[in-house]
């Protein structure tokens, strides 16, 4: 295990050029002009922090979901929901009944209709922050990864997710894109994206990671993840890399179990570690923990999110990280399996976090952390520290200066067709072509004018585009050719697997968009069924590229990395030769009945002649 000295603080490299001007003026030394600016906004900070409460102090630390469209007047179902699961009935209340730092946005909490409505709800819940007897403003977050995990939808841009620009191979592609979707994201008053995922997927069976992470190649993905915190934090947004100490190689679920990661040390600090270390040389403001047991790294087996030899051992003396540490979400049941929800929250802080993301019972939580503090298991002093940190983003950030955003700026920033123009020029450049039998590929109107598409059509990750068949066909039509959509689902029956090959008949080719194709799938029958009818199969794996391993007898594969509109309509301009494929694969390719087998290596990627 190699060890490094602690880095600058994040603080120190940002503060360089002030203090190198100040130096100029002064005569004084950068580093010292340096360090009086740092002294000097700190000293301000610990005045605020003086005049809060101790309520007020442990509501800093916690960052929590709401329910509804509206700070203070939402629907009537989504009161309901508030009440039955916070007790308040508003975000408005959640802030003034919790001092909260933080509110994390969801889709499925009814947060983010439409970018002005995202907006106003930003602002209202800023101005309840501003209301408080100590007025601090929120840092407002969100899972904007783009690619499987996005909560923010069209008419904002969607850009490739993380695989896919792994298989771009392009650092300034990444960074533009972070910067595009960081920009967005700011003009909303989503402030902290929980993204980029510094996770190396060196599993293929990981069911939690998978495409969300760049690739399998720690170096690689340690520069994808750069380019990618300097694109988001260029547009003033805190990226937030995660899951640290590395949740590449797992197949358990933490939403669902404990996963353990078995291996050494210096196997972590050679897999795992470098796309954090990369992170944190980048000035990441932010990193998220995982629930998941490293032994090699902390022998009591606690989740890396409660235990300090990770935390504060590894990424804070080890790696010299001086920024804000946030939880995964407190609600997942890895975090949940070894203690109950009153120790989880202690037991975090204890271990050197920063913000406790979205428990599952907020009262619950904060009151244990209030007892904590009376009872002297953690000290005001512990609290202060981190809710320096926090105060330090949140004044990086410029909240505390304008914590507001315009309706005049979402209208200039969101959805642009610049942006969504850049996206798709990005997205071209993802689309992996693994097999192409006799050069069957490109397709065009004269030879293949009818084409039937079909597969499977999994939920929007955003809740605004797809399904995946319809905007596959749709994007066809477009091109000239005479396109049919059925969608047969991620476990199709028997009897839509016969509809299926009814409706290939008189075909020139059938598009079969494939999901996660296990040993078991009835996604196989379906291609194997249409591979007998005699029509021409071309497959599209619209999530994971290992489908190829468990499927035979198409005349070629296109990999997309998602279902995401921005990345279906790329993969079609490649089927159509309107664009030319140059996506390398960032994974291996392992055989389904060998994993030793590797069938198609990283770097595999054909092209057109």
């Not at 005045?47 to 700070?71: P, T």
């Not at 101005?127 to 007025?135: F, K």
């Not at 990280?321 to 939880?327: A, I, K, M, N, S």
């Not at 005349?555 to 140059?582: F, M």
Request: charged share 20%; with cysteine.
């Amino acid at each position: 295990m190699h060890h490094r000295a602690p880095a600058p603080s994040r603080r120190t490299l940002l503060t360089v050029t002030a203090a190198a001007a100040a130096a100029a003026v002064t005569g004084v030394t950068a580093p010292v002009a340096h360090a009086e600016q740092e002294r000097h906004d700190d000293r301000k900070l610990q005045r605020i922090i003086d005049r809060m409460s101790l309520e007020e102090k442990v509501g800093q630390l916690f960052v929590m979901r709401v329910y509804g469209h509206s700070a203070t007047a939402p629907d009537q179902t989504d009161i309901d929901a508030n009440l039955k699961e916070i007790g308040v009935r508003t975000a408005a209340e959640l802030v003034a009944r919790y001092h909260v730092g933080g509110v994390i946005y969801f889709s499925w909490a009814h947060n983010t209709r439409d970018p002005h409505q995202i907006a106003e709800l930003s602002n209202g819940i800023q101005q309840a922050g501003l209301a408080q007897p100590t007025p601090i403003p929120l840092l407002i977050s969100t899972d904007q990864e783009h690619g499987i995990v996005c909560r923010v939808g069209e008419p904002a841009t969607l850009v490739p997710g993380a695989m896919a620009l792994g298989a771009g191979g392009s650092l300034a592609d990444a960074r533009k894109a972070a910067q595009i979707a960081g920009a967005e994201l700011a003009a909303v008053g989503i402030r902290q994206n929980y993204a980029p995922v510094a996770d190396v997927n060196v599993n293929p069976a990981n069911p939690v990671i998978g495409v969300r992470s760049f690739g399998s190649d720690p170096r690689a993905v340690a520069g994808l993840v750069a380019a990618q915190v300097k694109g988001y934090q260029r547009a003033g947004v805190a990226a937030t890399s995660k899951h640290f100490p590395g949740h590449g190689d797992t197949a358990v679920d933490s939403h669902y179990g404990l996963p353990t990661i078995t291996h050494t040390r210096a196997q972590w600090a050679e897999l795992d570690a470098p796309p954090f270390e990369s992170a944190i040389d980048a000035g990441i403001d932010s990193i998220m923990t995982a629930h998941i047991v490293v032994p090699a790294l902390d022998p009591s087996e606690d989740p890396a999110t409660l235990s300090r030899p990770i935390l504060t051992g590894i990424l804070r003396e080890q790696l010299g990280y001086d920024g804000v540490v946030v939880t995964d979400s407190l609600g997942m049941e890895g975090v949940r399996t070894k203690y109950g929800d009153e120790r989880v929250p202690v037991l975090a802080l204890k271990a050197g976090v920063d913000q406790l993301l979205n428990p599952p019972n907020l009262d619950v939580a904060w009151k244990a952390v209030l007892a904590a503090v009376k009872g002297g298991e953690l000290t005001e002093d512990r609290l202060d520290e981190s809710i320096l940190r926090i105060l330090r983003l949140k004044t990086k950030l410029g909240l505390f200066r304008q914590p507001y955003v315009t309706r005049a700026g979402v209208d200039r920033v969101v959805g642009t067709r610049a942006h969504l123009d850049r996206a798709d020029r990005i997205a071209e450049q993802t689309t992996t072509l693994l097999l192409n039998e006799g050069g069957f590929l490109p397709l065009s109107p004269a030879r293949h004018g009818k084409v039937l598409v079909v597969g499977a059509d999994p939920a929007s990750p955003s809740g605004t585009t797809g399904p995946p068949t319809t905007t596959l066909a749709t994007a066809l039509g477009e091109l000239g050719f005479t396109a049919t959509a059925l969608s047969t689902g991620i476990t199709p029956t028997a009897a839509k697997i016969e509809e299926a090959v009814a409706a290939a008949a008189g075909q020139d080719v059938v598009v079969v968009g494939t999901y996660n194709v296990t040993a078991t799938s009835p996604q196989r029958t379906l291609v194997a069924r249409l591979v007998a009818s005699g029509v021409p199969v071309v497959t599209i794996a619209i999530r994971n590229p290992y489908d190829i391993a468990r499927i035979s007898g198409q005349r070629a594969t296109l990999a997309a990395y998602s279902w995401t509109d921005v990345e279906l309509r790329a993969a079609v301009r490649v089927l159509a030769g309107r664009a030319r494929p140059k996506g390398r694969l960032p994974v291996p390719v392992q055989s389904a009945d060998d994993p030793t087998v590797v069938l198609y290596p990283v770097g595999h990627g054909l092209s057109y002649s």
